[in-house]
């Protein structure tokens, strides 16, 4: 009986301690997780702020694209052009019987006026190009100027007039589509060697820039040099039933997707580029265009929104590092540490903005680098009185912000760096934190 009595206290005391420690499990482990309540509440509160900054960048891109559209448009926009043709005005009669004072009479009436269009029959085109940033304001993009040299045939072709068509060939007017604000020169057509002075023209609603001739049906050779200008895009829509164009500009990165041919050469140096085409059956029948767009391969507000894209690494991580200083350095951080870090992280972004709008890229990203990674570490030395946590913090920094650096520069394996850079933050947390009892986290720090 005395011996079943002992055993009962020792249940007893033994179900005594295991609640005790449960309890005291709960306590601990209700700390920590108040503690991780209020970083998780702080960082949701950065992320606003980071938000924030995302909508000022919009809107300095946004001021960005009116005045690229504004440079744009006044150096002749996207430059298309378009032939040679010959335009011939014809009239189109018909006969109709008319009642004049009961008599019955047949007069010839106007059925239809317009213009005959004879596109050439072969076009070969040299064209060299030459780029230049203009500036309105601090935002600029890029224009080019240049000149085509145009070198087109057309075979005889003799007008018949029958079913009451009649043609003008005296006002025949040799010319190219093509807007006057895309013209830098007034150029002279030389047609079978003879020189004509050209002027502006609309045949059929579509501006030219051409010369009256005289068209008898004769072989007609058309030599001509015109001035262009334009932006962002140089397109020559195809007419005639053969075409050539060399075309040659000192831009770096040309783009020939969104036309209906590709180049059949190109050579692209750190200089410029060259590219030539050849289409031996074109049609005026279809919308065929060749051409390059100017490509900026990753433009500033391209890399400031993939900068942003990140932003939440650059709060998560300084925490993550700051949280397992409270673990193995054995120091208590308040939530206002954490709050004025990250702060100052996030504002990395807006200096980055502010001073990438005035001074080049790289040189804004190395100072934003610098003020915010030594800023906190210098902080975090201060708040901790340990300068060798400083140092790991900007050891961290460095590693955080040449990672963004190089993925902001990489077109192609940005995504992939990204991924794998998430992955090793994960990966090394979870190896640094594999041996935490985190039950009894408090107690070893207290001990310790």
Known sequence: MENQNQKLNQNHQIAALTKSDEKQKRKIFGGIGFKLIFISLIIIALLIGLGFIKGQLSDREYTYKNAKYQISESAGSNLYFKGPYIAIPFTRTIEEFVYRDGKQFKEKKIAEEGWHIIASDSVNIEAKLDSEARYLGIYSTPIYTGNASIYAVFDPKELIENDGISYKKDEAVLYMQLLNSSVLNNPVFKINEKDFNSDLFTIDGKIGIGTKINYDSEKLILKTNIGLRGAEQFTYGISSKQTKLNLACDWTSPGFTGFSYLPDKHEITDTGFTAQWSIPFGSDKTTQTIGFSFIEPVN????????????????????????????????????????????????FFLILLALSEHIPFGAGYLIGAVTAGLTVSLYISSVTKRFGLGGIMMAMFTVLYSYLFFSLRSEDYALLFGAFFAFAVVAALMFLTRKIDWYNLKNKKTEN
């Open 300 to 347: 500033l507000y391209q890399k400031l929104h993939r900068a942003t894209k990140y932003g939440f690494l650059f709060i998560i991580v300084p925490f993550l590092v700051l949280f397992l200083f409270e673990i193995f350095a054995k120091i208590t951080l308040h939530p206002v540490h954490y709050l004025l870090s990250g702060a100052a992280c996030v504002l």
